[in-house]
């Protein structure tokens, strides 16, 4: 791929989804964006679909984010504003460049998400449901705005990551429909691979229903403890299972992707963010373009 010179390619989106919490969602998303524009000189945009924010905050840092609420750049005003003026707050606007804490200003952006997006979410359907509305149409129209809002920003990125909430909203659904490649962050236990199967069969068919295309989808290992025979074996499994769709690389249980996860006030080189990890986080990113450019094109 000869990206630096003639017509660059539209973003490929990425959703980074998994039904439950706490299985390393938006970690995996920062640290995949960081990896991607500090080492393959790629230019990525994170968007926060979740309202617990834990990307937003770890890839922007408190203060700034702080800042993007107050001036209302955040998600829920953006959708909010459709509903409310009827008129759409422009998506490039939400957008903050630059934001990673990693020295060498590598590429990475933010669109923010806020607490208010649970509620804007729920008042959303409520206002929807009392104007007669189906649920699939409810769908459509959030999915189109979500769509019509990345459309305005697709040629700027190479990968636009969207690290999206926990269990079942149509935000997350939307977020499945959207993307070229879903990625899910799993950690190799039992319960996890039963999870991981039946979301797998139901996303392939919302995505066949309602996409008409193909995405890939791709698992990855997170907080795998490589002593505890039980995560061998099941993330053996799921290789046999899922065969090139699993991630060769796993991300250890470990201390310093913990660590990284923290905001620093002074700028940090890759390594001393990632610590020990710093070499599992960059592969990660290699592995991750590999296997992309063998996707179909969309
Ligand atoms: N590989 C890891 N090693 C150690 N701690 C991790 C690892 N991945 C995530 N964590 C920690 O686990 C918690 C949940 O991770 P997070 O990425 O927020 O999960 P999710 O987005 O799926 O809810 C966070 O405190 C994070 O720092
Ligand atoms: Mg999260």
Redesign the pocket.
Known sequence: MDEQKGARMPARIISVI?M?????????TVSLAETLAHHQRRRVLVIDL?P?T??SIMVAGPEKWNGMREAERTLDFYFESYIVQQKPKPFKQLIEKNVSDLKGKPDVALCASAPEFRIVERDMIESFVKRGFQIDMIQKWILERFANGIKNVINDYDYILI?CP?GISLFAEAALIAADTILV?SIPDYVSRLGLITFRKRALRLINERRGGPSQLMVLA???EDGFSLHRSEAQLLKDNLGDAMFDVR?????D??KA?EWSETQRTFEQKYGQMASTVKKLGEEFQSKVELAPSL
């Open positions: 998994n439950k919490g706490g299985v390393g969602k938006s970690t995996t979740d617990q834990n990307a690290d926990p962050p997170t907080k795998y991300i250890p249980q470990h201390v992707i913990a996860a």
